[in-house]
């Protein structure tokens, strides 16, 4: 697309040169080398064509395409209504402005149109809320129950592929305890598909499953979940283009990855780890109460037995080994939090 927009600039530029060489008596009737003068001419300006059309055509209308899609239906109708009205004002003032004689007759007529219709449509997108409370107040307009209206300055959450490949995000927006909006990058989406695409069996299997969450959530209409084919041009890096959507955004990241976690946090991007949330849930204990486990295996040090509790709480048993398959009662003598997680260690309990 952007090289025949290029191509058409380079033609329109030498059209535009060879048009400006022949006006009047022409440009170059009594220069020496007249023909290699208008050549070079000819030249440039398709050099100029072909550099500077993209930046009039196509990349304004990306951008412009790009800032609609951002706008939420509210915004988008707002807006639309704003114009209408303002252009419909600028044509009942354009009438008798039309009549002034010279080119003040001309020119303020379009004017007055162009400000009236810029302005309203900025109003009517800046007080749509009022707007549209005022109509469901007239009884004009009825607010859908099962769609939450979108908040001005709610969170926007960028998601993270591992968040999706976990699946735990898919109850805690059930819960309710997720507010504003999540939202999945289109890169993102390539990624989910392309590891559920793997020739790895396990890969594939996360894949698929990080697919049926993303559909399972957006079909739940507590939390928005919203698609964005935002870029980041010259970063290649998944992460760094999750961070950099952050920043814009409003600077929060959803994750369960480690290493992102901390560029995130270095870059001044709010990091909501669903690791960290689970350890945060689980139900304390503390040094001195009475659990019941099974003991499954063995642990690191001699003598050791490893048991888990429902949560995935591990309990490290002294003196356990002995009772592998065996269900005892354990007075916890310490509590270890870690990076992975919380660890406690017990001794078994005298009868």
Partial sequence: ?????????????ALVGLGIAAAGTG??????YAGFVLAAWTIAWSVVGFALLPY?????????????????TAEFVAAVLGLFVGLLLGLLLSLPLAQIQGPLGTWLPLGISLFLGLGMMGLTVAKRDDLIAAAEGAGLVRRSGGEPARQEGEPRIVVDTSVLIDGRIAEIVESGFIYGTLVVPRFVLEELQHIADSSDTLRRN?????????????????????????EAPGIAEVDAKLVELAKRRSRVVLTNDFNLNRVAELQ????????????AVKPAVLPGEE???KVIQEGKEAGQGVGFLDDGTMIVVEGGARLIDHEVDVGVTRVLQTVAGRMIFAQPRLD
């Fill in 1 to 13: 697309m952007i090289r025949t927009i290029r191509i058409l600039g380079a033609a329109l530029g």
């Fill in 27 to 32: 440009l170059f009737a009594g220069a020496s």
């Fill in 56 to 72: 009039l055509t196509v990349v304004p209308a990306g951008w412009l395409v790009r800032q609609v899609q951002d706008l939420s």
């Fill in 206 to 230: 996360r894949g698929r499953r990080g697919l049926e969450i993303l559909n399972r959530m957006q079909r739940d209409a507590r939390t928005p979940v919203e698609v964005v084919d935002d």
């Fill in 268 to 279: 001044g991007v709010r990091v909501m780890n669903i690791n960290s949330l689970a350890n």
């Fill in 291 to 293: 659990l019941r486990v």
